[in-house]
Every structure is written in C-alpha cells, then in structure tokens.
C-alpha cells in the first residue's frame, strides 16, 4: 500500500486542505451546529413518537397495518 493508492491520496488531498483552513474552520463550526440544531433539538419539539402515542408497545405493526388498511378503504 503505497502513497500511489488511490484512498492514501484522497485522504491526503482533505487531511492538507483541512490543516491549512482559516476560514473554513468557522464555517464548519457553524455547520455542524446548524445540524445539530436541525436534528437534535427540532426533533425533540416538532416530531414526537407519533407510534409510541397511539400504539401499544409490541403491536406498532399492527396499528400501522390498520390505519393503512382504514385510510385506503
């Protein structure tokens, strides 16, 4: 595995262009906490375990099959 693979070089091109940012350090900060945001705490507010609300535990297949079936109809 010499510094002609093709995974080495790639790694290599991000590893350079990642230790030489200035800039680009901050916009990543920004980035990451945006989805952390977007993931973590929306999740928590907007959308709850709708299955967990209105299902029994062990029979959320069944309800999922019953409302598929009932919306169809």
């Known amino acids: 595995m ?5 995974f080495y070089r790639v790694f290599d091109l991000y ?9 680009g350090r901050t916009l990543w900060a920004i980035i990451l906490i945006k989805l952390f945001i977007m993931f973590a705490i929306l ?20 309800y999922v099959a019953t409302e598929m079936i009932d919306r169809a109809e």
């Open 2 to 6: 010499g510094k002609q693979n093709f």
């Open 15 to 23: 590893y350079d262009g990642f230790r030489n940012m200035r800039l």
């Open 43 to 62: 999740k928590v507010f907007f959308f709850p375990n709708f299955l967990k609300e209105h299902a029994e535990e062990g029979a959320e297949p069944d």
